[in-house]
């Protein structure tokens, strides 16, 4: 290919950004989701340094029991746009979790009861938004879990802009396609998909940690205290008044 050729495509290239869409996504394979779905999103949040863990305003839809766990499809549609939401619905496997950026909207609901039993009989996971969702009770009825930000009434536009499976924000996190999502009434964390061996080693330590502390629990005890009391003196925090114990 000369020169001239190569310009051109560039070009191309260039101009879809923003409204083009890939139908690739690398995922995670279902034994590591399996391993990961066993734990809580406050776990995993801790072993990642609390990286990697989407804002609390994004949260259940309805009254939500269980978890979903699920290698992301991402959609950014920084106008609502509902057609390029469903060529990115048309790009989801089963056990996927669609992650759509629709950048707060408030306005206009991205989602609604049909999209629901849509991907609930198609075996999407669940879907997480980061703007506007709608009914609720049809969400409910077909047992399809909703994340989003708030709730709102109206449609969204059919036309505008939006990308599918290229890396997206949501809820003040960077999601990239076949990061893994694990999410429930706790909160929603993404686990990079090269970090999910990483993540499960930790996960699994900080969970023997927890389970050691259990008898202490069950005495109605506070853990390490002797340790945090003589740390807290070391930092000059005063007992009674003072190490003396006058005031």
Known sequence: MDRAARTIDG???????????????????????????????????????????????IHPLYPLAGRIAGPAVTVAV?????NVIKFAMEQTQRG??????????????????NVS?????????????????????EAHAVRFPVFA???ATGSPPLEGPGEVNVPIACGGVVVRPGDVVIADTNG??????EAAEWVLERVSELKSKHAQIQPVLERGEVTNIAVIIAALRQQGFAVDGGSDGKP
């Open 117 to 137: 039993k849509g991907m609930q009989r198609r075996g999407v996971a669940g879907v997480v938004i980061d703007g506007a969702a709608r009914d609720p009770e």
């Open 96 to 113: 996927d979790v669609l992650v759509v950026n629709a950048c707060e909207i408030d306005s206009f609901a991205v989602w609604g009861g």
């Open 11 to 57: 070009d191309r290239t260039r101009s879809h950004v923003g409204f083009r869409g890939f139908t690739v996504v690398p995922r995670a394979s279902p034994d590591v989701i399996r391993r990961l779905a066993a734990y809580a999103p406050p776990d995993l949040s801790d072993v990642m340094n609390g990286s990697y863990t989407v804002s609390p305003a």
């Open 188 to 193: 929603i964390v993404v686990i990079p998909s």
């Open 78 to 82: 920084p106008r609502g746009a509902f």
């Open 149 to 151: 930000r708030t709730q």
